[in-house]
């Protein structure tokens, strides 16, 4: 759809939308171009009511943290829908569950799981996105993921309908879910144990030591690459860079982590096509030295 009608179809959510917005800020790596149309969704009413309105004629990207997305330097042609903080609510639905908006950081959860004196969240102190992100890609460290302490999630498809869906109905497998892709997530519930909150804290304070001694922080990076195979070999991602790369190399100021070599970073004005050289050349020298063929983790929006 044209730029103009878009305007005049989209005319009512006023400053909620903007045209040709910039992306670069909006994501860790700090890369990108724009995007036709931007969308922060002030509460659930409006993004039905947006969504209804669209009738999926656009292409629909849904930000969450920014934290694992590269952006393409070129004009994104569709919809960039982001929530606003009117989807980061959190509460104790009883004594072991919690009901945190999707818009909620991995971070925020594991603080109020401690705070409530619920165990089985403390993992989440070290993943960096929301909890939109986490579901869709089932992350998780440290030997556990986001299936492990869901319940159900509550959702909306692009035409406007909210359904709810019980974790038992999900498939999930590493990095991934069987769900549709055209659903962007709301909420969802999550299942803790009772315990101390001086134990649940001191279980994060070890997680996040150990999480500092292996991978960089406060720099433009987003996380883990590529997964790690989980059958081809018993070897982590960042062992099968080191056998197969030059660990110096770089494209532009795109380099791989001295700290972590599963982890790229920016180190200052990278590209897009700086960082997908990078990737692409790494992913091809790992698949000739060991023939194993890695896939992304991060999502590309192009």
């Given at each position: 759809m044209k730029i103009d009608k878009l305007k005049n179809l989209l005319e009512e959510f006023g400053s909620n939308v903007k045209f040709e917005h910039d992306l670069k800020k909006k994501n860790w790596f700090n890369i990108g171009g724009k995007s036709k149309v931007?969308?922060?969704?002030?509460?659930?009413?409006?993004?039905?009511?947006?969504?209804?309105?669209?009738?999926?004629?656009?292409?629909?990207?849904?930000?969450?943290?920014?934290?694992?997305?590269?952006?393409?330097?070129?004009?994104?042609?569709?919809v960039v829908i982001k929530l606003s903080k009117n989807f980061n609510n959190i509460s104790l639905h009883s004594e072991n569950t919690i009901i945190?908006?999707?818009?909620?950081?991995?971070?925020?959860?594991?603080?109020?799981?401690m705070k409530n004196n619920l165990s089985g969240f403390e993992f989440l102190s070290c993943i960096?996105?929301?909890?939109?992100?986490?579901?869709?890609?089932?992350?998780?460290?440290?030997?556990?993921?986001?299936?492990?302490?869901?319940?159900?999630?509550?959702?909306?498809?692009?035409?406007?309908?909210?359904?709810?869906?019980?974790?038992?109905?999900?498939?999930?497998?590493?990095?991934?879910n069987n769900l549709p892709e055209d659903l962007i997530f709301l909420s969802a519930s999550f299942k803790g144990v009772k315990s101390d909150s001086l134990k649940i804290n001191d279980e994060i304070i070890k997680l996040k030591t150990e999480k500092d001694k292996n991978q960089p922080t406060k720099i433009k990076t987003?996380?883990?690459?590529?997964?790690?195979?989980?059958?081809?070999?018993?070897?982590?991602?960042?062992?099968?860079?080191?056998?197969?790369?030059?660990?110096?190399?770089?494209?532009?100021?795109?380099?791989?982590?001295e700290k972590h070599y599963n982890f790229f970073v920016n180190k200052g004005e990278a590209s897009f096509k700086d960082m997908n050289n990078l990737i692409n050349f790494v992913a091809k020298n790992v698949l000739e030295k060991t023939g194993i063929s890695l896939e992304k983790e991060i999502k590309i929006l192009e």
């Open positions: 931007f969308y922060k969704a002030e509460n659930l009413r409006e993004l039905v009511n947006f969504l209804k309105k669209l009738e999926c004629k656009e292409k629909i990207f849904i930000l969450g943290a920014g934290s694992n997305t590269l952006v393409s330097d070129n004009l994104f042609d569709g945190a908006g999707s818009a909620v950081l991995d971070k925020s959860l594991s603080d109020f799981a960096p996105g929301s909890v939109g992100g986490g579901i869709t890609m089932n992350a998780g460290c440290f030997g556990r993921e986001f299936r492990d302490i869901l319940l159900s999630i509550q959702a909306i498809d692009y035409f406007g309908n909210i359904i709810t869906i019980p974790s038992k109905d999900i498939k999930f497998e590493y990095r991934k987003s996380g883990s690459t590529f997964k790690n195979p989980t059958s081809q070999t018993k070897k982590k991602v960042w062992e099968l860079i080191k056998e197969s790369v030059p660990l110096n190399k770089s494209f532009g100021d795109a380099c791989i982590s």
